[in-house]
């Protein structure tokens, strides 16, 4: 069964430095997007992307994040310059297309431990 | 703005009892609804989606959720809970936007514990 998939799967950084989560959609999904979850707090939509341009980006996604699809097969999360509360679990998720067809794919996530 | 509440951050059911979680939305359009549910250490899976198609949507592991517009509610029930069932679980909503795109949002999670 195609899957989303994310690595790494746990990242331990020190504060200021570039972090790049990766991950790999299902192959044939249009939408991409990228979510967040502090440990023990509620999935928080970061941004998504469509159409090899960010669709929509809430609040939390700064000038020290960015998203890129370099190679119409992965799709990145850079943060720039990671501070100690970017620690949280980061899920990507892709979906075929909108509305009824809009159910979303999670990957397993990457967790993001700033020191 | 769309929205989404669970009441009870925290749920406990004896095995072998009902299980009801609640969910509420608010949304000017009508909505496209979720429930995911998120063991330890996982990601998110989808348990089951209501599309505007019959409002009883039945999903996987035996859970189900009735879509009732005038009470704007999306609660998720299972008739017997199973201790295999302790989780957490996310509602979400899924509205369009604009004419290419619509986003998801999610519920805060209910954490559900199923005692022996």
């Known amino acids: 069964e195609p899957e989303v998939t994310q690595t790494p799967s746990h990242q331990v950084t020190q504060m200021g430095q570039e972090v790049i989560l990766r991950c790999v959609p299902i192959?044939?999904?249009?939408?991409f997007y990228w979510y967040r979850q502090i440990l023990g707090q509620k999935v928080e939509f970061l941004v998504s992307?469509?159409?090899?341009?960010?669709?929509?980006k809430s609040e939390i996604f700064d000038d020290q994040f960015s998203v890129e699809r370099p190679d119409g097969s992965n799709f990145t999360l850079k943060i720039r310059s990671t501070k100690l509360e970017d620690s949280a679990m980061y899920f990507c998720?892709?979906?075929?297309?909108?509305?009824?067809?809009?159910?979303?794919?999670f990957g397993e996530g990457s967790r993001l431990t700033v020191l | 703005a769309q929205s989404v509440t669970q009441l009870g951050s925290h749920v406990s059911v004896s095995e072998g009892a009902l299980v009801l979680l609640r969910c509420n939305y608010s949304?000017?359009?009508?909505?496209?609804l979720f429930w995911y549910v998120q063991y330890p250490n996982q990601g998110l899976q989808l348990l089951l989606k209501?599309?505007?198609?019959?409002?009883l949507v039945k999903g996987i592991n035996g859970f189900e959720a009735e879509f009732k517009k005038s009470e704007t509610s999306f609660h998720l029930t299972k008739p017997s809970a199973h201790m295999s069932d302790a989780a957490e679980y996310f509602c979400?909503?899924?509205?369009?936007?604009?004419?290419?795109?619509?986003?998801?949002?999610f519920g805060p999670g209910t954490s559900l514990s199923v005692i022996p």
């Open positions: 998720a892709s979906r075929l297309g909108q509305g009824k067809a809009g159910e979303l794919f």
């Open positions: 192959s044939n999904h249009l939408y």
């Open positions: 992307f469509y159409n090899n341009e960010i669709s929509e």
């Open positions: 949304s000017s359009v009508p909505p496209y």
């Open positions: 209501y599309t505007s198609a019959a409002t």
């Open positions: 979400a909503v899924s509205v369009r936007l604009k004419t290419s795109y619509d986003k998801v949002i």
